[in-house]
């Protein structure tokens, strides 16, 4: 008799390991395809780096996430360049999700809650690129750029009740998450995030330069999609409202501006590099 219950004790703990051994397995193909989608989403800010360039050199391309997709898309290669993109973009969006809900454990408290919540809206923003990148691949429009997007939604904003002081706040938000891109990119933060030891000795500094840079730049641009945002806001006039394209070729408008963008620029491009670097050595 206590043969009988030992030996089912043993086969109900095999189940438990099997079952235990066969979500770590669905884990770590998670974590594998939501790295090869962040991958996916440095080579985005790659194109867009190289259309900021661009338009700093007196180009008139639409410099942001559908004019990156649709400038990968102008070769016979880049159609299948753009479908691994687009399936790269949707897993690194699920990957986000996956994140919000289970992930950061090494951190604890309102930290571990605010980088969920932040997986969770980069989630929602790449899983939208990611079908963007779809609908170009399948040979259609893509929807409207950035632009469009962002002035649709001031244009819906001021129709309120109390609307310019709604575009207000929504500037103010957009504002807040551009300084919260470079005190990130200052200290580092993003470093957390990384088993440092996964990355080659040498490389460690370089990847948190590329991090740095790259976060300061983006904060640079949110920081003038901000601007944007409020002075449409205060004229209540929507076309003075812009995003990531309206935002670039703003920088290129002022004094010393062509210098300025291709900074800016370059430093798209190092964030591109680092989620390289983070995709290989992000922390589960």
């Not at 189940?15 to 066969?22: I, K, P, S």
């Not at 501006?257 to 290989?280: E, P, S």
């Amino acid at each position: 008799m206590g043969t009988r219950q030992g030996m089912n004790r043993t086969s109900e703990g095999v189940h438990r390991t099997e079952a235990t051994a066969g979500r770590g397995e669905k884990s770590d193909t998670a974590q594998l395809l939501g790295r090869l989608g962040m991958a996916c989403y440095g080579v985005v800010h790659l194109v867009i780096a190289y259309l900021a360039v661009q338009v700093a050199l007196g180009s008139g391309k639409q410099a942001d996430q559908k004019g990156a997709l649709e400038q990968v898309g102008s070769t016979a290669f880049g159609q299948v360049l753009l479908w691994i993109l687009a399936i790269g973009l949707v897993l690194f969006g699920l990957w986000q999700f996956l994140m919000a809900a289970t992930g950061y454990e090494w951190v604890s408290g309102g930290k571990r809650t605010r980088k969920r919540i932040g997986a969770a809206a980069r989630g929602v923003v790449v899983i939208a690129l990611g079908f963007t990148a779809f609908r170009l691949a399948t040979g259609g429009s893509g929807g409207g750029s950035g632009d469009e997007k962002q002035q649709e939604f001031t244009g819906k904003l001021l129709s309120l009740p109390a609307g310019p002081a709604l575009v207000a706040i929504a500037a103010a938000a957009v504002l807040g998450v551009a300084i919260a891109a470079g005190i990130k990119g200052v200290k580092q933060k993003f470093l957390e995030d990384l088993n440092a030891t996964e990355l080659p000795g040498r490389s460690r500094r370089w990847v948190g330069w590329l991090g740095t840079t790259g976060y300061l730049a983006k904060g640079v641009v949110f920081a003038v999609v901000a601007i944007l945002l409020a002075i449409a806001g205060f004229d209540s006039d929507a076309r003075k409202a812009g995003g990531l394209d309206a935002a670039l070729k703003t920088v290129a408008a002022q004094p010393f501006g062509t210098v300025l963008l291709i900074v800016v620029a370059l430093g798209l491009a190092a964030f591109g590099v680092y989620c390289f670097a983070a995709a290989w050595a992000h922390k589960r």
